[in-house]
């Protein structure tokens, strides 16, 4: 499918691994000028380098910086405050009950999964309202529909990130701009199986067991990032032109479930 991308240009944060850089990948192989940014400048260039030997005729760059410190946030928005499209994929939230917590590693989290998406988000909608084109996708996660007590300040942030994607993209059509949200599910990411590792040993004995632990899954897995990354494309493009203010989730319908798998 043609999706009419090519020559545009894309900003994806938390692009040197997982779904952040799936979807800078699949937005080059549409033939999109892709920045990506991180915090690790050696995890960043080995991923730029990826995509650049494998889609040689787009412009691929990178930029190392920390979304939580406003200098970071100045030097990208001004090296690429002309982007047509703005992915905001950086940032995990531990897991942990209300007790389990602490107040440093709540904040944090949220200095970078939720503030850092929102000051990047009003920079460059600024921008994009100025030119009165543009797209924001704001990759949240699942756990802020379905709330979970034990995932309690990552659901509480998803949830408040969902709300500012809707409270943003209800009335940005008005300007020429689209803000949607993404909400994946399990997604086979290294953290993922990492962490499904862990469950195998505690519950099966044997870590190498881990993939049994999806036979409660939708369709008996996790998604994959490229299934999360080609719709972020798909949204990204003109073919998508009428949605906005909206949140498309991707989880084999899990959060309509009546239990958790």
């Not at 979970?148 to 300007?175: C, E, H, P, Q, W």
């Not at 399990?186 to 862990?198: A, F, G, S």
């Not at 998604?223 to 073919?239: G, I, K, P, W, Y």
Request: proline letters at 2%.
């Amino acid at each position: 499918m043609e999706m009419g991308l090519k020559g545009r240009s894309a900003l994806v944060t938390g692009s040197s691994k997982g779904i952040g850089f799936a979807v800078a990948g699949r937005l080059a192989g549409e033939g999109v000028n892709v920045t990506l940014v991180a915090r690790s400048e050696t995890e960043l260039a080995a991923a730029a380098a990826s995509i650049r030997a494998q889609y040689p005729t787009v412009r691929v760059q990178s930029i190392a910086g920390d979304l939580t410190e406003a200098a970071s946030r100045e030097r990208i928005v001004t090296a690429c405050g002309d982007a047509d499209i703005l992915v905001n994929s950086a940032g995990s939230v531990p897991g942990g009950t209300i007790e389990q917590v602490s107040d440093e590693r709540w904040r944090a989290a949220w200095d970078l999964k939720v503030f850092g998406c929102i000051s990047l988000c009003r920079a460059f909608f600024t921008r994009m309202k100025a030119r009165r084109s543009g797209v924001i996708l704001n990759v949240i996660g699942t756990a802020g529909e379905r709330l979970d007590a034990g995932y309690i300040a990552g659901s509480t942030g998803n949830a408040a990130l969902m709300a500012f994607t809707k409270a943003l993209g209800s009335t940005s059509a008005d300007v020429g701009v689209r803000v949607v949200g993404i909400n994946p599910g399990p997604v086979e990411t290294d953290r993922l199986i990492y962490l499904q590792k862990l469950k195998a040993k505690e519950r099966l004995g044997d870590e190498s067991r881990w993939r049994e632990l999806y036979a409660a899954m939708p369709f008996g897995r996790a998604a994959t990032t490229d299934e999360v990354a080609a719709t972020t494309a798909f949204l990204a493009s003109d073919l998508c032109a009428y949605t906005t203010g909206t949140i498309v989730t991707i989880d084999g319908g899990i959060a309509n479930r009546g239990v958790l798998p």
